[in-house]
C-alpha cells in the first residue's frame, strides 16, 4: 500500500519527442504527487508537484496528468531537449504526511 | 546556508566497521530526511525527523541502522558493523515541513564498503 509503481524503466527520445513517464499507487490517503529531476552525481530536484484536486498541472514544458479514480499519473515533457537526459521520479506523501514515498526512476536519454 | 550540506562526499570503509555520515538542513527547515539509492535504484525511505516530534523510524531496515538530529539542525546518520549490501548513496532532504512542502536534497555520500 505504501509503494508507488514506476514505468518505463528507461526511455530514450529523440529531440522534440514527447516522453511520458507513468506512475501508480495505491494507497488512497496519499494526497500530493511530486516529480523530482535527477543528474548523474547530484540529489533530486523537484520539477512539478500535483494535488488529486486537480487533472491536470503545467509547468513550462512539463505537464503532470492525474487520474485519481485510476490511481495513476504521469510525466509529460513536451519538446524534449538532450538538457532533459535525466533519472526522474514520481513521488507521493504517506498517510502520516512525512516522508515521501518515491518510485524506482525512469532514466530519459534524449538523442539530438 | 545555501543547500543541503552533506559530508563526507564519498566514504570507503571496511566490512564490520562503523560509518557516521553528517547532513547540514537548510537554516529553518523543520524537517529532514534520509533516504538511500543503491546503484540504478530509486530512492528508498529510511528516517525522518519533524521538529521535536518522534522521529518516523519506519524505514530503517535494521538495527544497525541509526540516527540523530539535535532541534532543527545537523542530523547524523550512523550504520554499525556494516555490510557490503550497504554500499549506496545516502541522500539527506530537508524542507519546511506539512504534507506538501518541497524537499531539498544534498548530493548525498556514497558509502563503498569493501
Known amino acids: 500500500q505504501q509503494q508507488v509503481k514506476q514505468s518505463p524503466q528507461s526511455l530514450i527520445v529523440q529531440k522534440g519527442g514527447i516522453p511520458i513517464i507513468n506512475c501508480a499507487y495505491e494507497?488512497?490517503?496519499?494526497?500530493?504527487f511530486p516529480w523530482y529531476q535527477q543528474f548523474p552525481g547530484k540529489g533530486p530536484a523537484l520539477l512539478i508537484a500535483?494535488?488529486?484536486?486537480?487533472s491536470e498541472k503545467k509547468e513550462g514544458r512539463f505537464t503532470i496528468s492525474f487520474n485519481k479514480s485510476a490511481k495513476q499519473f504521469s510525466l509529460h515533457i513536451m519538446d524534449s531537449q538532450p538538457g532533459d537526459s535525466a533519472t526522474y521520479f514520481c513521488?507521493?506523501?504517506?498517510?502520516?504526511?512525512?516522508?515521501?514515498?518515491f518510485g524506482k526512476g525512469t532514466t530519459l536519454s534524449v538523442s539530438s | 546556508g545555501a543547500g543541503v550540506s552533506q559530508s563526507p562526499s564519498n566514504k570507503v570503509t571496511e566490512k564490520g566497521k562503523d560509518v557516521e555520515l553528517r547532513c547540514d538542513p537548510i537554516s529553518g527547515h523543520t524537517a529532514l530526511y534520509w533516504y538511500r539509492q543503491r546503484l540504478g535504484q530509486g530512492l528508498e525511505f529510511l528516517i525522518y525527523f519533524q521538529g521535536n516530534s518522534a522521529p518516523d523510524k519506519s524505514g530503517l531496515p535494521s538495527d544497525r541502522f541509526s540516527a540523530e538530529r539535535t532541534g532543527e539542525s545537523v542530523s547524523t546518520l550512523t550504520i554499525q558493523r556494516t555490510q557490503q549490501e550497504d554500499s549506496a548513496v545516502y541522500l539527506c532532504?530537508?524542507?519546511?515541513?506539512?504534507?506538501?512542502?518541497?524537499?531539498?536534497f544534498g548530493q548525498g555520500t556514497r558509502l563503498t564498503v569493501v
Open positions: 513521488a507521493a506523501n504517506n498517510q502520516a504526511g512525512t516522508a515521501l514515498i
Open positions: 494507497n488512497t490517503a496519499f494526497d500530493y
Open positions: 500535483i494535488r488529486p484536486d486537480v
Open positions: 532532504a530537508s524542507s519546511l515541513g506539512g504534507r506538501d512542502t518541497e524537499a531539498f
